[in-house]
């Protein structure tokens, strides 16, 4: 004799999830005359006792997956067996493939349904396996069904049909039970076909994760570069690198032309003071009135010549100023040259008053080496004045390069991490593409 009963089972998006709401279960059950003796099999039995032993195939990886569609209902028929052995309920529900559609984007936009290739056989071996199967069985347990994946498995019956449908089938003595195992797994395939288990998906996964890093890379160094071009001292690197670059060259051979005639002077100096029987020129200078405080006035102006010489825009009156005082200053130091002179000869050659158009040779090399020690004390007031700044040149040059050295670092940094959020993209698109023409949709039959 047969027993009936109907359940309805539907499932809805809720949240952007398919989420599993079953109505109450309609049943509609028709007992046979029971033989005299006969008994039904008691409302609750062990769930954990297999009831048919099909060969369970191996569990397959998970990277093949089924994606289920946005609403799915069943009808679920429990039929009720009586006969020697115990009483049995079989749920069922199909599964059957959706067509896709597939849409290309041009001068014309067109539609067509791809009909997708099921191979069914491993199907059946992805829903049979354990790891398919424990979600449910997890979620059994809530509702004081305790079955192990091995006893689902051996009470479960997958069946191909044509066109690439499958017929899920579930037997157990109970009807609770064999309600509430279909129930559960129609949400246990529902979830699994959400999750993608492609080769492209755990690609994807990486390409996420990738894209996820290379935008926040880009954000970092371009939020880096704003900062450091932001700085007072990062304005115009490349113009005041080039600029300091050119005037430290010409300030570098400036100072080497001085060094060099101060060279020459010291020497041709030395060589004059010995061949004279006097005392030292530059010393008899600086005991002159005036003398030590022009030429400290003429060191400083220097200086400040130069200082304006190294800025990047020099401020032209300013040097003017400066160029006017020069002179005067030189002016000045020419006249105490030759007072100075003039009162060691007529101090030690009192008989040159008398003629002073005709000297003789001795006195003519005496006025060369007073000529030579206020060379020599000119170009060694340039050179003190030029070589400190010349130095702060030099050092503010190796600042701007390293200052457009990092400036160049962060933009090559950033282009490289440009570049890789470019292939990132591309990436995670041709991905998504891949998965969407190689998923599998599935819906409940009926739904």
Request: charged residues 20%.
């Amino acid at each position: 004799m047969t027993q009936a009963a109907t359940l309805t089972l539907t499932l809805q998006p809720v949240a952007g999830r398919h989420v599993f709401v079953p109505p109450e279960p309609v049943l509609q059950l028709r007992r046979a005359a029971r033989a005299e003796g006969e008994s039904l099999s008691p409302r609750w039995v062990s769930d954990d006792r297999p009831l048919l032993s099909p060969r369970v195939p191996a569990a397959v990886p998970h990277r093949l997956g089924v994606a289920v569609g946005v609403a799915i209902a069943a009808t679920v028929g429990t039929k009720l067996y009586q006969s020697h052995t115990p009483l049995l309920y079989k749920s069922t529900f199909e599964l059957t493939p959706v067509a896709q559609r597939s849409q290309t984007i041009g001068t014309a936009t067109a539609t067509t349904d791809i009909r997708p290739e099921v191979d069914q056989a491993t199907l059946i071996q992805v829903f049979r396996s354990h790891q398919v199967l424990l979600p449910a069985v997890r979620d059994l347990r809530a509702h004081n069904i305790n079955l192990s994946p091995a006893a689902l498995a051996q009470n479960l019956e997958i069946v191909p049909l044509a066109d690439g449908r499958l017929e899920v089938r579930y037997r157990h003595r109970s009807e609770r039970v064999a309600q509430m195992v279909s129930r559960q797994l129609a949400q246990t395939y529902v979830d699994y076909g959400d999750r993608c288990r492609l080769d492209a998906c755990y690609a994807l996964d990486q390409a996420k994760a990738d894209l996820t890093e290379a935008t926040g890379q880009v954000a970092r160094l371009e939020q880096a570069i704003a900062q450091f071009r932001a700085r007072p001292d990062a304005q115009n690197l490349r113009h005041r690198a080039d600029t300091l670059t050119r005037r430290t060259a010409e300030f570098t051979r400036y100072l080497t032309q001085t060094e060099q005639e101060l060279k020459l002077a010291q020497e041709r100096y030395q060589t004059l003071q010995t061949q004279l029987p006097i005392a030292s020129a530059q010393s008899i200078l600086q005991q002159q009135a005036d003398y030590p405080a022009l030429l400290q006035d003429l060191h400083q102006t220097e200086g400040h010549i130069a200082t304006q010489l190294a800025q990047a825009q020099p401020d032209s009156q300013t040097l003017s100023a400066l160029y006017q005082r020069h002179q005067m200053l030189s002016r000045q130091l020419n006249q105490q040259v030759a007072i100075a002179l003039n009162q060691f000869l007529l101090t030690q050659f009192p008989d040159l008053a008398a003629d002073s158009e005709t000297l003789p040779p001795a006195l003519s090399q005496i006025e060369q080496a007073f000529g030579l020690a206020h060379q020599v004390n000119l170009l060694s007031a340039r050179q003190r004045a030029i070589a400190p700044i010349h130095q702060a040149m030099q050092a503010d040059k190796v600042r701007l390069a390293e200052l457009l050295q990092y400036q160049s670092k962060l933009e090559t940094q950033l282009a490289v991490q440009r570049r890789i959020l470019q292939e990132s993209q591309q990436q995670h698109a041709r991905l998504q593409q891949e998965i969407s023409e190689r998923r599998i949709v599935w819906r409940v039959a009926g739904a």
